[in-house]
């Protein structure tokens, strides 16, 4: 589901690129996530943000999207395929 969430500069999900740190789901269906960022001083953070919720929406009771920067987001925080894509667009990773 999250993988139709993307960072708008890059194309990559958040999944894929790393972003994802922690999801909490209570017993009501309420999921909070932490995520980072590949830049705290990312200014699309509140587009990111509001992608998640619109994919969450309708599918869990209610969710919040925390941000966390420690510890910073680092290229080995993606996966195989967000390496792969991220190699794709010219990145040397």
Request: proline residues 8%; aromatic residues 6%.
């Amino acid at each position: 589901m999250l993988f139709r969430s993307v960072d708008p500069e890059l194309g990559i999900d958040v999944v894929n690129l790393g972003l994802l740190r922690d999801v909490n789901i209570d017993p009501s269906g309420y999921v909070t996530l932490a995520m980072t960022l590949t830049s705290a001083a990312c200014p699309l953070d509140e587009e990111i943000k509001d992608q998640v919720r619109s994919v969450l929406d309708g599918h869990v009771t209610g969710h919040a999207v925390n941000f966390v920067y420690m510890p910073p987001w680092h290229p080995e925080d993606m996966t195989p395929e967000g390496v792969d894509m991220l190699r794709a667009l010219g990145y040397n990773v």
